[in-house]
């Protein structure tokens, strides 16, 4: 089956620091990669698209300066959260989807990391 | 606008059936996914419906009405393992998946 990782599991860091998470396909093609957020006890809030070699399409109230998006190759997107305040604690999942023959444009997500901004 | 649907909680009993149900408006339809998502974990896939019908997968199957805009997945023999949320989630006509709040089921002995 497709296998995404992503990097690291967790982070700790200090407020008005940035953390870089990747995200990585590993036994497949994904030419688009979604990247979520998810609070304790709430379900999981699509903050962008990515497809590989263009810009990513934002989410109505995400900050692209913000949250920094990368898709460089097609296993590889990174999302970077520059300046992070406490606020941004979550836990960010990826997903990628495979397009080659597939019967359907399934997602399939990688382990997520929880970032805790102290 | 869209709008997925689906209860908050449920609590059934090791052994038993239960029911999860989902309606849906989309803008276009692609297709019905139901993931598995244990707490800390990120989601994992169990079922799609983009036909009418019932598509049957071990102890869980899914159903699908397009017509009502409406979905359950049905979890026989549950197991304590069972306890998790499950989230309902549509891919619009842009294929863009877009997401329930997830229902949390309660397994007890």
């Known amino acids: 089956g497709a296998v995404v990782s992503q990097h690291p599991s967790w982070v700790i860091c200090k407020s008005g620091t940035s953390v870089k998470i990747e995200c990585r396909s590993l036994?497949?093609?994904?030419?688009?990669m979604f990247w979520y957020r998810q609070f304790p006890k709430q379900s999981l809030m699509l903050m962008a698209t990515?497809?590989?070699?263009?810009?990513?399409?934002?989410e109505q109230g995400v900050e692209k300066d913000k949250f920094l998006i990368n898709h460089a190759s097609l296993t590889l997107s990174t999302l970077t959260v520059t300046s992070a305040h406490p606020e941004d604690s979550s836990f960010y999942i990826c997903?990628?989807?495979?397009?080659?023959?597939?019967?359907?444009?399934?997602?399939?997500f990688g382990p997520g990391t929880r970032l805790t901004v102290l | 606008g869209q709008n997925i649907d689906q209860p908050t909680e449920m609590t059934a009993t090791e052994g038993a059936i239960v029911q999860i149900n989902c309606t849906y408006q989309?803008?276009?339809?692609?297709?019905l996914f139901w993931y598995q998502q244990h707490a800390g974990e990120a989601p994992t896939f169990l079922s799609y419906?983009?036909l009418d019908g019932l598509e049957e997968k071990g102890r869980f199957s899914s159903f699908l009405s397009r017509s009502k805009g409406y979905s359950y997945l049905l979890l026989k023999e549950l197991q304590m393992k069972d306890s998790a949320s499950y989230l309902c989630?549509?891919?619009?006509?842009?294929?863009?998946?877009?997401w329930g709040a997830g229902t949390k089921l309660i397994i007890k002995p």
């Open positions: 997903s990628a989807r495979d397009l080659g023959g597939r019967e359907y444009n399934e997602q399939f």
């Open positions: 036994d497949f093609q994904a030419t688009t």
């Open positions: 990515s497809n590989e070699g263009s810009k990513a399409t934002y």
């Open positions: 989309t803008s276009g339809f692609n297709g």
């Open positions: 419906n983009v």
């Open positions: 989630a549509c891919m619009d006509s842009n294929y863009q998946l877009i």
